[in-house]
């Protein structure tokens, strides 16, 4: 078995017409050759989008019954072009049968897989088992991206910068919350909080149902707060993976001062009041006022009473009255001097954003200003600043020196996609869940890990040595025509993995310039858990991998090896494929004389070979149907023309004295291949690429 061995073959119709797909056929793939499994991308294309399914068959081509073992394939790159999207698609339902027609229902499933590629945004070491990806999610439908630039918001308004912070990360879905609070300023406690969950809405739309994240705030009225601590029975939880937030004032920020103590308000120095936090009455009026923030306190559209709140005076243009119940706590809050804080946590005031767009700005206590952003990973660095942005939006930075708090302020891209509707005779997009976007990684599934280095030369010759990378898994070199040199005899290039070393050899001369040199170092690897947008492994990787190393989700096939299987006869033939009943009157012995297979030649199907008469019969296929008929005295070789060999061949010693009319023979053969379907979707918009290609790698193991 060679890896020439290894070929993904075209179904019947290669097309986006429903009746497209069915079996394989013995036309293979011709790696690098123009639109061989898609057609080219026409202007009407880029202008309104496109979507294509195809069905291929990866397949173990040999003449004979040999075995691959733990057959896999995966996209180990996309198109160059951002507007294209390739994804393969794994159904559980998927048959040999299917057309597109079939298909297309199967997208919609919840027990189907997406697998595609990603990459590294942050460098990873030998033994390490957390990958930093861009992305576990693409779009499987066309869709249109817009970017819009929010600038210097806040995290908070001004009233809300004296909360401090503490969370809670939900790892399953969170519904009781305690929290420890010992700073709660506990003479006038002001507190609230905040969560994200995950829900499906637009449930009958033309959208369709789509996975959105959601914020709910909880009010105080809504929390506990008893003995140091605050907590919430909560009827919506929190979802995995999301943080429960509690804002709340300190009395390490604020002091409280009572009017039942004294009705003058004592600033120290840099103290000043809080906006919006004293509270008192109007003479002759039971009702409790607050000022406006502005310095204010108004009733009945009339200001009666002012306050400075630099000075602490308050100056009456009415009678007021400081005196109140323990309910009514009458007083003001007090900022404490020249207040800093050393963190900050806020959210996003949305979860659609480009997480490498964050970008902040801040005041140091001394007056200095500095800034800090973010990269892919979601990490936020800068000059005396540290922390991360989540991929739902959730921003935890902490700061080396005090920072003023109403100093921080901070842009970001928001990040709208919508799905564009399908052409006339299109797939609907609205039978798919969260618009389109699909996860493509999934706990305990597979992953290939892939540092793929290619260099580009204008001419080989024979005797020359280029250096690529040591211990590559995978070396080849293509041609201006697009054809791979790679030979079982190297003939034309040989690769010394411990050198790392290509030599050109003979055999170059009768390919044609220029050349590409494509070395990669890979590995395979399990999930076994994801959180936003790292993937934690099971077993530590067994190579350092570079920031931009592609990560590529598998879909395992499985062994690839043509058998048979649950071989019997039947004394009567009812056209029931799956039928165990009594048995003919004689034997077909295929103890002495197996079943002969080829891998090339047999197909997933059950069989049955219907005698007529005690020496001819016709053979029948569950979904080919009718498609032999023969007698005892010659060997039983149905050829199947899709693959030109024979699907099997029973000899004719088998037969024995053959089996009376109406009896039946009965089996099942297993193929050496499986289809497996793949999507190309074009976004409208204008693309400079003239040519563009995705890479789909087929592997597995020689038993």
Partial sequence: MNRTDLKIFKSQRIGNELHAGGHRTSNAIVSGKLNDVFSSISDIDHARSSFDLVKLYPALSTDDSSRLQDAHIFLSDQPDDALVNVLLVEAQELKDTDTVAEMLPY???????????????????????????????????????????????????????????KRILSYGNITEVNIDVPDMLLADPHYYAEYQYQRYYGQGTSTGAQLGIFTRHLSQEELTFENGVVSSSINIAVSKGQYFTLFYMSNEDLRFHSFSDSQTISLAANERVLKGSARLKKSSDASVYTDDSQGRFVSAGYVFATIDYESGIITAIDPIDYSGTVTENLGVIIEKGNRTISKKQWQLPSSNFARDSVYIRFETQAGATFSASSDLSGNITGTNCTG????????????????????????????????????????????????????????????????????????LTSGQSINVIVDANFVDIVDGQGMSLWSVTDANYSYDKVKGEVKINAGISVFSPPYIITAIQSELVTIGAMNSNELSLLTPLKRAYPMGATVSSVQVLGDFQGQTKDERTLSAWQNNFGEIGA???????????????????????????????????????????????????????????????????????????????GEAFLFETLAASKPTMITRSVSPGHSEIVRDNSTLSFRGNKD
């Fill in 107 to 165: 997208l919609g499933l919840d027990t189907t897989k997406f697998h595609g590629t990603s990459f590294l945004t942050a460098p990873v070491n030998a033994a390490a088992q957390l990958l930093s990806i861009e992305s576990v999610t693409r779009t499987l439908t066309p869709s249109i991206k817009t970017v819009s630039s929010k600038i210097g918001l806040k995290p908070a308004s001004e009233a809300f910068n004296v909360y401090r912070t």
């Fill in 388 to 459: 991360t942005v989540s991929e739902t939006g959730y921003v935890d930075i902490e700061f080396s020196q005090g920072v003023k708090p109403a100093s921080i302020s901070y842009d970001f891209n928001e990040v709208s996609v919508i799905t564009v509707p399908a052409p006339p005779g299109g797939f609907d997009t609205s039978t798919l869940p969260n618009n389109g976007t699909v996860n493509i990684f999934n706990e305990f599934g597979q992953v290939c890990v892939q540092n793929r280095v290619r260099t580009q030369h204008q001419n």
């Fill in 583 to 661: 048995a003919a009157s004689s034997a077909i012995n295929t103890t002495q004389y197996p079943i002969e297979l080829t891998n090339i030649g047999a197909i997933a199907q059950r069989w049955a070979i219907v005698f007529t008469s005690t020496t001819a019969y016709n053979v029948i296929g569950e979904s080919v149907g009718n498609i032999y008929s023969g007698d005892t005295l010659n060997d039983c070789a149905p050829i199947n023309s899709f693959a030109g060999a024979p699907y099997f061949v029973l000899r004719k010693q088998a037969f024995g004295a053959g089996l009376n009319p």
